[in-house]
């Protein structure tokens, strides 16, 4: 039952842009009504035609379809055609235009085009244009571009840039620029620059990074200045340090702290040497020019080993 009442809320939360956007077209010119009420789209105090009508306060019982909102808007689905600004609180809300003020919803919240405030939702944030301002969800959090705060219990998406903190239970990404922080329980993706700094339990990805990013298992990154810590520290140009188990990279210049550190320009040689007390020893350099680990192995076959029995103390 659980698990029908979620699937129905989400099919309702992601048709309803839909239906808003492909109704938002034609004569976009709204009358003014102070005050509406609405039970569900059609019974309302605007009759049929409230899609035209902009008001000030709006209580929507169950669901409202209603042209705009200029002031306060309560409700369990809150859906307005053309625009929206102010506060919502509800269930659900859905505009197809701005949004600028607060929204609040036990669900989702919508917002066509540009949103700046504050959104804060149980289960999904969604903007398909610049958010300015915080968003807070207990799922997930989607905008196109984004200048503020990103907080979710499972994951953050930004469709675009993205300057300010990202902060989720599993998952952070930005499809662009990212300037500020990221931090996520499993990983952090940036499709293009990452300024600032990562942190996240499993993995970082990005394709090019300035600044510092930790993970407890892989830094992966295709060009870097700056610090990489993790267990697997990878980049095709890196200029810094790498502290990791293994440091890997094309071109590399900088420091790299680690058991292995491999790179296409670094030192890559194999040495032998004996020693005063008969030892043969081989070792593997591998790091820069400049620094370097070397792991060896020595052996001297003039030691012998073996055990002489009658030297043995008596066993009883």
């Not at 239906?19 to 009504?33: A, K, P, S, T």
């Not at 309302?44 to 409230?50: I, Q, Y």
């Not at 301002?133 to 905008?143: E, K, P, S, Y």
């Not at 192995?297 to 009883?316: E, F, H, S």
Request: charge should be neutral; aromatic fraction near 6%; glycine fraction near 16%.
């Amino acid at each position: 039952m659980q698990f029908r009442i979620l699937l129905l809320s989400s099919v309702l939360l992601f048709s309803c842009p839909l239906i808003v956007y492909g109704q938002n077209g034609g004569d976009d010119e709204l009358h003014y009504r102070k005050v509406r009420l609405a039970l569900i789209p059609g019974l309302s105090t605007n009759g049929l035609d409230a899609p035209r009508y902009e008001a000030k306060y709006s209580l929507n019982v169950l669901m409202g379809y209603n042209g705009a909102l200029t002031g306060y808007e309560l409700g369990f689905v809150n859906i307005n055609r053309v625009y929206a600004r102010g506060i919502q609180i509800g269930g659900a809300h859905i505009s197809g235009g701005e949004t600028l003020g607060v929204q609040l919803a036990g669900l989702g919240t919508v917002s066509k085009t540009d949103m700046r405030g504050v959104q804060i939702s149980g289960w999904g944030n969604i903007s398909g244009g610049d958010m300015q301002g915080l968003q807070f969800a207990g799922l997930i959090n989607r905008g196109y571009e984004l200048q503020g705060i990103q907080s979710a219990g499972v994951a953050n998406i930004s469709r675009m840039e993205m300057q300010g903190i990202q902060s989720a239970g599993v998952l952070n990404f930005v499809n662009g620029s990212m300037q500020g922080i990221q931090a996520a329980d499993v990983a952090n993706f940036a499709s293009k620059e990452m300024e600032g700094i990562q942190a996240a339990g499993i993995a970082n990805v990005t394709r090019d990074q300035l600044g510092i990013s930790a993970a407890g298992v892989l830094n992966l990154t295709g060009r870097m200045q700056g610090i990489q810590i993790g267990t697997v520290n990878i980049t095709e140009r890196g200029q810094g340090m790498q502290i990791g188990v293994i440091n890997m990279g094309r071109e590399f210049r900088g420091v790299p702290v680690g058991l292995i550190s491999y790179y296409g320009d670094g030192r890559k040689n194999i040495d032998i040497w004996t020693s005063d007390g008969g030892f043969t020893h081989v070792g593997l350099n591998l790091g820069t020019r400049r620094i370097y680990n070397m792991v060896s192995a020595g052996y001297n076959p003039l030691i012998n080993d073996r055990v002489d029995d009658r030297k043995l103390p008596n066993a009883r």
